[in-house]
């Protein structure tokens, strides 16, 4: 499933052709994904404006000056497509349409935003804006790792006591909002830490050590435009290349680039973890 940096990227992707556009037309080709689609949605959206693109965890949130807000989640395999604008310097032509484009949104200006999902694990849903923090997806959702909440002294706090592995607790959405499997295998290695460790028996010097290390992590995935190992796409439909820069994951039985011991793999609760048996401890 796409992590934090891929869902960023797809965000900063889409601005050019729905931050302050027009919906002029909401085509919905079938009434479910994931789940069924929000009643009267091609209706709700159909003249709206789209006054912010957001981003709350692995989740986009375009807020409408009608109140609602509408969100996207992009699954294991949704793309958010861009055509008809310039992105990156260059004019994207509107493409044929594909047996997957499930809703595609005609933005004024030009634009064309189409949500592409060969397998349907993606979302769509209409909520008000002023109350999206109590909606199903949202409810719970730890601080963002990128904001001004995250710091050294609330992960400190939040990891006290706890005797789960350190590589469970960061995933742990109510913690911390957005990191994946991927990218905190990524920061434990950086940090030195073995992803078994119990959380609450890492010194208070070696959590705090984690923030900046997250931080820095992320913003260099977002950089690279994320990590394209299976399905994920930019919204210009390149490949992000930040898996190019993998320090350990996904790198089993290859050498550390620190030290030369062999990567090693193992499962915690149903996932991959990778890590480097000399250098994190």
């Known amino acids: 499933m796409p992590e934090l940096p891929e869902v960023e990227t797809v965000r900063r992707g889409l601005l050019p052709a729905m931050e302050g556009a027009r919906i002029e ?18 209706e709700r959206l159909e003249g709206a404006t789209v006054e912010r693109l957001r ?3 692995k ?4 807020d409408l000056d009608t109140g609602e ?33 499930h809703v595609v949104l005609h933005m004024s200006g030009g634009g064309r935003v189409t949500f592409n999902d060969a397998r349907r694990f993606g979302a769509m849903d209409l909520v008000r804006t002023d109350r999206e923090a109590a909606h199903w997806l949202l ?26 592995p350190i590589k469970a607790a960061l995933l742990d959405q109510r913690i911390i909002a957005g990191l994946g499997n991927i990218y905190v295998s990524e920061v434990l290695f950086r940090a030195g830490i073995d992803p078994r460790r119990q959380a609450g028996r890492i010194s208070a010097k070696r959590v705090a050590a984690l923030v900046p290390v997250i931080r820095t ?41 620190t030290c030369g011991t062999a990567i090693r793999r193992i499962v915690q609760s149903g996932r991959s973890s990778f890590f480097c048996p000399s250098c994190q401890k």
């Open 25 to 42: 037309q909401a085509v919905l080709n079938r009434p479910d994904l994931r789940w069924p689609l929000p009643e009267r949605m091609a």
């Open 55 to 57: 981003r709350r965890s």
């Open 59 to 62: 989740y986009i949130l375009a």
């Open 69 to 101: 807000s509408l969100l996207i989640h992009l699954g294991m395999s949704g793309r958010m497509l861009v055509s008809g604008v310039m992105l990156g310097g260059f004019h994207l032509d509107h493409p044929a349409p594909q047996k997957h484009d």
């Open 139 to 164: 409810a719970g959702l730890g601080p963002e790792p990128l904001g001004n909440m995250f710091d050294e002294s609330y992960l400190i706090e939040k990891l006290r006591g706890r005797a789960t």
């Open 217 to 257: 992590v992320l913003l260099e995935a977002i950089e690279a435009g994320g990590s394209s190992l299976r399905d994920h796409r930019q919204a210009d439909g390149e490949l992000g290349y930040f898996q190019h820069a993998f320090r350990v994951y996904d790198r089993e039985d290859e050498p550390c680039v």
